[in-house]
């Protein structure tokens, strides 16, 4: 199609399943980063996360205003329309968000965890962690609360920032909040993690979570399609969400997890395996050489 009938290929189907694809390309390189960030020190880590966010910013200078299709000589809908869309759903938008996680989990096991055997801290030669959540700093212990509360002070008091820098907000741009709600959330000693995040319907909600990300448009256009949407169905969307997320979970994501696990456990190798292997030889060689 040609000016506003263009469509994107990443949402034409479910809008919310595009980043599927972009974790598969994180998913062959994940063993061969986690490998370099696991001989990384704390403060790396640090800087690696914070230089990430700083780096968001360059994601608001090419795409606000299509600013990168302009630089390079853009100006049919197509071609813009490419450009977006290799910011907002390729993999180049999001690996540095990606690398941060696997730094935030170093600090995390660095922190927060201890040699199972010895009682000191993780070593490379460390056969099994556990965790040691009282040597963890005093912001990481609060990193929930921490993490909610600048995520609150953004909504309160930087909504009129959202949509002018909104390429800065989309592609990381709440690195800071994520990376304190999820390691605050793995030391365990948050307030709202003790109290909240552990309870049962918390627990049932968050194994579902994604899968009700995935399939909101889809449950709410067919309640569209076959009811109209009215009062009724917008009552109705979110039980009936929960409901179809949790048989989703039930008969397709929890068998295909026991059956990776078992060809793990069996040895079988597939496809992704040996693509795995490979990248990892590589990576071997590479460092090797230097």
Same mark, same amino acid.
């Given at each position: ?25 994180? /998913?062959?390189? =994940?063993?061969?980063?986690?490998? +370099?960030?696991?001989?990384?020190? $704390? ?9 990430? /966010?700083?780096?968001?910013?360059? +994601?608001? =200078? ?24 290799? =910011? ?6 999001? +690996?540095?968000? &990606? ?27 460390? $056969? @099994? ?31 009129? #920032? ?6 800065? &907000? ?9 990376? &304190? ?18 309870? @049962? ?32 169905? @917008? ?18 994501? $929890? ?13 079988? @190798? ?8 490979? #990248?990892?030889?590589? /990576? ?7």
């Amino acid at each position: 199609g040609h000016g506003a009938d263009i469509s994107c290929a990443a949402w034409s189907f479910n809008g919310e399943a595009w980043f599927l694809s972009v974790l598969v390309l994180y /998913w062959l390189i =994940l063993r061969p980063l986690a490998a +370099f960030f696991r001989q990384q020190s $704390r403060p790396f880590c640090l800087m690696y996360i914070s230089a990430s /966010w700083v780096f968001c910013i360059v +994601f608001h =200078l090419a795409g606000h205003y299509n600013g990168l299709a302009g630089t390079i000589g853009c100006r049919s809908d197509v071609c813009i329309n490419c450009v977006m869309v290799a =910011l907002r759903a390729g993999p180049f938008g999001y +690996f540095h968000v &990606f690398t941060s996680g696997i730094a935030a989990a170093r600090i995390f096991v660095l922190s927060a965890m201890c040699d199972a055997e010895t009682g000191g801290p993780p070593a490379a030669d460390s $056969r @099994k962690l556990m965790l040691a959540s009282s040597n963890a700093p005093c912001a990481l212990r609060y990193g929930c609360c921490i993490g909610y509360a600048i995520y609150v002070a953004v909504v309160l008091f930087a909504t009129d #920032l959202i949509d002018p820098y909104y390429y800065f &907000f989309h592609n990381g741009g709440l690195l800071p909040v994520m990376f &304190f709600l999820v390691v605050g959330a793995a030391v365990g000693e948050d307030p709202l993690a003790v109290w909240l995040f552990r309870s @049962k319907p918390m627990l049932v909600l968050g194994r579902i979570s994604y899968l009700q990300y995935l399939m909101q448009h889809i449950v709410r256009n067919q309640l569209a399609s076959s009811f109209g949407w009215n009062q009724s169905t @917008k009552i109705a969307f979110v039980p009936v969400l929960i409901v179809f997320s949790y048989l989703c979970h039930r008969f397709v994501e $929890r068998p295909a997890t026991e059956y990776q696990r078992r060809r793990q456990e069996s040895g079988v @190798k597939g496809c992704d395996d040996r693509c795995i292997e490979r #990248l990892e030889s590589m /990576w071997d060689r590479c460092c090797s050489r230097e």
